[in-house]
Structure formats: structure tokens, C-alpha cells
């Protein structure tokens, strides 16, 4: 064998091991990628991405709702967001923040583990928010905490973003009676009251 | 000799006495229960013939294993655990072999079968059917009114049936077609002349009624109405014997008398017996159960089962007043879904309606909320009140103000239970409370959190309290004394 034959052969046994190896970080990334782990962390991270990708806009105060549980209402809360462009991404940038729970101590409305899929605006005035199915099994349960749940999400995207008039609540893209068995997400909710009991 | 009457006198330990009705999608099947120790029992193999597919067997001296659908089984006499798989499932009563016959409890088909099957599996606790795959079964109510000279019966069911009708031993049968039929209640007995008891029987897998009349002589006219939804049956005392009334030629009903198939003309003599109002109906509904036990307490209690001894206590309570019926949309450790729920409630035509839940109230603890119906958008669109056909998702806009004024009037007898947080009543869009056509509330009792134990709310005398309240709140609602 030649010198040059030999030299030949040696670039091209790299050549193939660094193939090999990138083919298997490629096959791991691909078919072994693990789950993300839904943490208050997580959430803030993606909360962060979605700000970041506006940081060319200036930061506003929004305003959100968390439910308080023994009052049996809505409490205010306010968050400074660097706005996205589009209001999909606006709408997008509520839920995260309400999926990041309160900064007063409020009660959460959403678990670390929800996810939203995805969001469309229709014409209308209907935005829709389509949850993980795994948003439900880790639904704080009772007809309270549902009821309030559903008002802090749609009050704080009405509240901020004028184009929402009504929210469909969806779950892996379809339509569903109730998210934990009380809730009616039959129809496009309206923003509502603050407060559930009637009186002082 | 002694020994003769020692076999004679000897107490039966099996006594075959009921069937069980097993109803499947195109088929139904009918399997003789057992009574062992006051305990009912089913043979096991023909239960999964029915259901599904034994595939093979293997039977030692004390042992039975079994594959099913590929699933094995494992099974000791008089040993209350049977192993599915891996897991090691408890039953209430153990197993038996009487006459080299594996005979489960009948707990097998809610503990067991529904672990071992694809198919959806619909059994209530207590009763002697069961449904398993995609089958939707009738159910129907009962209301009795009286007219000028008899009573008339009206059967409303959830879907159309088919009716033959035959009378035997002086009752009359309504065979009710092949349509498998879940009944609300077993038996309606009546205080009425012409009427004493409507029964509900399939032991045979034929599901049919049985109208026992108050008296003989009496006939009975049965039409089927509203495409067969509706049976309308008239009983009627028969006109006194005249050559100048001939039957007419053709008459669609039965009679019990041949011959005096006329139904007697308005204005007939007033019946000797006095006739009561059939009682009104009460619909209890505990939220969840089956596979979906709601929301669940740190020390392991979940809220499936604390509504049904809720449901269970107050069901007790407005019993007690004598005035009302009472109906569960749910008996036993069953998951019925929010339709067949509201088809119970709008077909026993219910003149109240509550749904049990415990949930997340706070850390203040006992505390109870009553809630009626709010719906999701503010704006109600159109009013429906009084169109000609409202459509069930918006029936609430007609109970709205009944509803609130059911809800004040609970939630004032909850503020009189010493040591309870009662909120004032509230509204909120509860999926459950939008369909019923009739005063609906929900009471949600906690604080049920997996961060806090169920003790302050869970305990008998709490639960009976709230009974009591539901009990004298339903009183005030409908106008009488607490």
C-alpha cells in the first residue's frame, strides 16, 4: 500500500466513525428524547422563550387573575410582559404566566404539567386555547376550583387582550363536556363574574 | 327413620333462588344466581363465556386458573382474593366450590370483570343485571294520575319501545320488546282504587311490567304514544252489564273482563277507596364514581364516596318526611355519564334535583356552597322560554329562578348548622345542572384537598346534619313546614 493510499485510508476510517457517532446522537435525539419535565421551572423557561422572541417590544404591565379559594373569588394580579406581535402569541403569553402560578400567593389555575397545544383566534372573537390532555388529570378537583380556574384564564385574556371576547376551552384538540367533571366546556365562555357566591 | 328427618330438617346452605341478566350488544344471556351464607353467587365459567372467551383451564384440588381474553386468573376456594395478572384484586365474600362449581360473589362483576374485559361494563350495585359492551339501556318513570272514572298510567321511557300486553293470574304484563331496560326503581306501589303496584321484572331476560290492579274486575286500555316513548295505560272501573252497549269492533287494548272492552262513560260513580296524589319525586345524584373518584383526601378518602354516603344520608332524611319519592342517579361504586344521569332525572320528572361534590373550599373546614346554574357566556341568546321546543342544553333558562330560590332556601338551613361556613348561594356553569328540567342545585361540601384530611367533614354527625338541611331546605322550597 501507498503512502497516499494509506494516508487515504486513514481520513476515510474517520470520516466513518464521526458518521457513526453522529448517526447515533442523531437516532437517541430522535427516537430516545425524554419527556420534558413540567416544573415551575419549565414553565417560567418557556414563559421567558415566549417573551424573548418580543424583545424588541417594550415591557407592559398585565393584568391577571388567580383564584383564592377561601374567598371564593378572582384576585388581581399584576405581571410585567414584553408583548409578542401577534395576539396569538399574546394569548400564548397569558396562559404561560397563569400556567407560572401566582407571585402574591394566590391558588394556581393551572398545573406545572399543563400545556398548550395550541391557540387560534377566530374572527369572531372565540379564542381557542387547546390544552394536553394531561392538564385534566392534574386539575385541582371541585366545582370551585374549576369554576374559578376557567374565569382567572379567560377574565386575565379579556382583561389584556380586547380581540378575545369568549374562550373554547379544548382538550387534545376536541371538545369536551368538563375538565375534572364540573365545569360546562361545552360552549365558548364569556368573562365572568369575580366572584362565584351572590352578595357582600 | 332419624336419619331420614335429620336430611329433612337439615338447613340448606345453597338455596338457588334468582337469575342474573347479562346484556350484551346483540345478545343477553340469563345465569342462575346462588345464596351461600346469605351471599349471592355466580357460576364463574359461564360468566366469562358470556362475557368474553375463556381460553384455557387448569383446575387443581383447591386452584382454578384461567385465561380470559388472555388474561389469567387465579382462583382458591374459600380465599376472597383473586389474582388478575399481577395484582392480587379482594372480593366481599370468598370463593366457593360447591358441586365441583367455581361460584364467585356477584362484587366479581364490579371488582373484577371490569379489570379483565375491553368492554365498557354498566352494573349497579344491588341489582340483577348487568350491561357490558356498547349497550344503552331504556329507563323509564312512572306517574299515575287520576281521571274522571279511573286512573291513567303514564310510562315515559328514554327511547322508544315496543309493548305487547297479557294478562295472567289477574295482573297485567307489558312485555317491553328487546330493548334492554334498566328501571329507576323496581317496584312503584300506589295508594290508589284502581291501581296498587307496577313492577319491574326480566329474572327470565325478558324485561317487562307488571300492574297489579287494586281490585278485580277492572279494564285495561294501553296505547303506546309519541312513536313509542310514551305508554299511556287507562284503568278503569267497567260500566255496569247493558244490552244497549255493545263493545266496539276494534279496540287496541286489553281487557281484563271479555267482553266489557268499553271504557265507561265520563261521570261514572266515585270509586269506594279515597285515592292519594302520587308522590313527587326527589333526584339525588352523586358526583363521580367507577373509575373517576373526583377529587381525594390526604388521608386517602375520595369524594365518590363521601357524595354516596351523603346522597345516601339525605335520600334517608327526605324520605322521612313521607312527601316524596326519592331517586339515585347512581347506586353503587358505578361511573354514569352526565346524559344517562340527566335522562334519570328528566324521565322521573323530578320537581328537585341535587348533585353532591366535595372539593377545594379553603383551608375553613367544614364549610358548604350551593350552587345553581350560570352559563358560560354572560349573554344567554335567544330566550327559550317560550318556544315550543327547547332544546335540552338550554332547558336551565326555564328553572333558573327556581333553582336560585332551591339554593337560598338550602343554603339558609346550611347556616343554621352550628360550626359550618355557609356561603351565600352561588352561580356557576356546572355541566350537571344545565340539562335538568327541574329546580337543580349542587352542594359542594370541604375543603376535600389532597393537602388536608376528610375528618372535619367526613364524620357521620356532620354528614347527617347536612342531610337534615337538604331535607328541610327541599320542605321550605316547596312551601311546607321545616
Known sequence: ?200 | MAAGLLVLMWPARALRSDNFVFYLPSTRAVIPLETIDQAQYLPLLPVLNVVGKVGAIQEKRETLKVWFDEIPLELRVNDKTVRVGKARLALAQPVRRPRSQWLVPVDFLAKILPQITRDKVEYQTGTRRIFVGNVKPVTFGVRVDRTGNGTRVTVQFSDKVTVNTASSNGKWYLYLGDQPVEPLEQSYRFQDSHLSEIQFDDQDGVPKLILTPAAGGLNFYPTLAEGGKILLADIVTPPPPSPQQPAPASQPTVATTPGEAAPPPAGEAAPAVAAGPPLPVVVLDSAHGGEDPGGRARDGALEKDLVAQLAARVRLAILATQKYRVVLTRVGDINVDLDHRETITNTARAVAFFSFHAGNLGITSPRVMVYSYRPPQAEEGDDVSKALLIPWAKIYQTQRQPSRQLATAVQQKFGQIPGVTADPPAEAPIRMLRSINAPAVAVEIGSLTEDADSAPFANPAFLQQIAGAVAAGLEAFRGGTT
Open chain 1, 1 to 200: 500500500m501507498t503512502t497516499r493510499a494509506k494516508i487515504l485510508s486513514v481520513i476515510l476510517f474517520f470520516v466513518l466513525m464521526g458518521s457513526a457517532f453522529y448517526l447515533r446522537v442523531l437516532t437517541r435525539r430522535i427516537f430516545f428524547r425524554p419527556p420534558p419535565e413540567h416544573t415551575e421551572e419549565v414553565a417560567r423557561t418557556r414563559l421567558s422563550e415566549a417573551a424573548l422572541q418580543s424583545a424588541t417590544t417594550p415591557v407592559q404591565t398585565a393584568t391577571l387573575y388567580f383564584p383564592s379559594f377561601e374567598n371564593g373569588n378572582l384576585t388581581e394580579e399584576q405581571r410585567s410582559i414584553s408583548w409578542a406581535a401577534s395576539e396569538t402569541d399574546r394569548i400564548r403569553q397569558i396562559v404561560l404566566a397563569l400556567i407560572e402560578g401566582s407571585h402574591q400567593g394566590s391558588s394556581r389555575v393551572l398545573p406545572p404539567a399543563a400545556s398548550l397545544r395550541a391557540v387560534f383566534l377566530a374572527a369572531d372573537g372565540t379564542a381557542y386555547l387547546d390544552f394536553s390532555g394531561q392538564t385534566r388529570s392534574d386539575l385541582r378537583p371541585g366545582i370551585a376550583s374549576e369554576s374559578l380556574a376557567v374565569y382567572a384564564i379567560v377574565n386575565s385574556l379579556a382583561a389584556n387582550i380586547p380581540a378575545v371576547k369568549r374562550v373554547q376551552i379544548l382538550l387534545d384538540g376536541q371538545r369536551v363536556d368538563t375538565l375534572g367533571g364540573h365545569t360546562d366546556l361545552t360552549e365558548p365562555f364569556a368573562p365572568g363574574p369575580a366572584r362565584l357566591a351572590a352578595g357582600p
